[in-house]
């Protein structure tokens, strides 16, 4: 059986990250820095910029997110930090805000191809609300996806696929889109 441990990004798991992420940084040079930033940001920043922005974010010991490892080989991410972390969603129709209450997001998941469709996701979920609850979140906020058909292109599932959130706990608070719940986890349900 593999091992399968769980990081918050770190400088010390810094090099981990860049393993995941490769020389591209992900898909399209994100370096998952879509949500922290601007549409101007991010494409001025691209590839080797967002690089940059995510390593000072990490220097400065800002929550970021969650390494999966897999036997010590990186293997998996998702990224999660307070709400305000990520101005990007402030402007979406679909991922804006409910009410004005202090929220944590996870807003990504990426998993390296040889660990995919294993249930990682599930459990660097599981893992990153651990993480913020340590933190002192009491809500975790998500958007996943709700796939309209059996298989769909993974590139489309980077926010998650809904039934995981909801086999974890998250429940329904709104939905602007057919195919986009937003989803809230509460922790005071937990006792």
């Not at 940001?41 to 967002?50: L, R």
């Not at 039934?163 to 195919?179: I, K, L, N």
Request: charged residues 20%; contains cysteine.
């Amino acid at each position: 059986m593999p091992t399968i441990s769980f990081h918050p990004l770190t400088p010390e798991r810094w090099t981990d990250f860049e393993r995941l992420f490769g020389t591209t940084g992900g898909v399209g040079g994100c370096w998952c820095m879509h949500w922290r930033t601007t549409n101007k940001q991010f494409v001025a920043q691209q590839g080797a910029g967002n690089r940059q922005a995510m390593r000072a974010l990490v220097e400065a010991s800002a929550p970021v997110g969650i390494l999966a490892c897999v036997d010590e080989q990186p293997a998996g991410w998702c990224s999660l930090s307070p709400r305000d972390a990520f101005p990007r969603l402030k402007t979406s129709k679909v991922f804006q805000g409910l009410d004005g209450q202090p929220v944590w997001a996870i807003v990504c998941f990426f998993i390296a191809r040889a660990f995919r469709r294993q249930r990682l996701s599930a459990r660097l979920l599981q893992a990153a609300l651990d993480y913020a609850r340590a933190r002192g979140a009491q809500i975790v906020e998500a958007c996943p996806v709700e796939p309209q058909q059996e298989r769909m292109p993974e590139v489309f599932a980077f926010t998650g696929i809904a039934s995981v959130f909801y086999a974890a706990g998250f429940v329904e608070v709104a939905r602007r889109s057919p195919t986009r719940p937003l989803l809230r986890y509460y922790f005071e349900q937990m006792a």
